[in-house]
Structures are given as C-alpha cells and as structure tokens.
C-alpha cells in the first residue's frame, strides 16, 4: 500500500500518512472550499488501510485552525480509526495545540468526550 500525501496550502492541512509506520500526521489550517471533496481522498485510503493496518497507528494532529465542515471530516477520522481500534489494534491519537489557544485546546477536548479513542493533550513548545 503507497503512502498518502496532501501537501499544505493556505485554506488547506499537510496531510501525511505513512502506511510502514503507521504514523500519520495532519498540520496547518483546514478551511478548504469543499472540505468534504478535499478529505474524499483520505476517507477512501484509510478505508483501504483499515483492511491490511499496521500493528499500532498513531495520529499525530497540530491543526492551527480548522472550520466547522472541516470538523465533520474530523469526526469522520477519528470514527474510522475506531473502527480500527474496535477490531483490536493499537490506535492513539495526540492533539497538539499552542498554549494560548484556548478554542484548539477546547476542540481536542471535544473530540476526547465524543470519540473513542484514546486522546492525548500536548502543549506545543514555543519556537525560540
């Protein structure tokens, strides 16, 4: 299975899935046009994923911002990955956000309450 890369603009994540590791990361800002054609593509590889998955996946989110369509996406994620987990595999999930960002803390705490997964809280270091 090839890896999945959507390189960043300005409305729209890196977003890097790395199917040998597991290792999966989404960055940036998400506030695409159509936010549900931009994640099609993620939706269908991760499907294809979740039929040959590696042992442990870890999903790696340091979002700056994202939009309310964009969230629904999200949600759409993380259900996939339960499903994965559901299955028994090993899935985590870190939430990355700057300290002073009370609404991307807020967002990862939303997504910890509704979504099965375990969900971890990572201040991000200021860049010196």
């Not at 040998?20 to 054609?37: D, K, M, T």
């Not at 994202?66 to 996406?73: A, D, I």
């Not at 994620?77 to 300290?99: I, M, P, Q, T």
Request: with cysteine; glycine share 4%.
């Amino acid at each position: 299975m090839k890896d999945f890369l959507k390189k960043d603009t300005p409305k729209t994540p890196l977003i890097q899935m790395e199917y040998e590791s597991g290792h999966f990361l989404i960055s940036g800002r998400s506030i695409p046009e159509n936010s549900i054609e931009f994640y099609k593509p993620l939706f269908e590889w991760l499907d294809e994923y979740n039929t040959k998955p590696q042992p442990k996946t870890l999903f790696d989110v340091r979002l700056e911002y994202f939009n309310t369509s964009s969230s629904k996406c999200l949600v759409e994620v993380f259900r996939k990955l339960e499903f994965l987990k559901a299955s028994g595999h090993d899935v985590e999930v870190n939430w990355y956000y700057e300290e002073d960002d009370e609404d991307m803390q807020e967002s990862g705490e939303d997504f910890k309450e509704v979504i099965k997964l375990p969900i971890h809280m990572h201040v991000l270091e200021e860049e010196d």
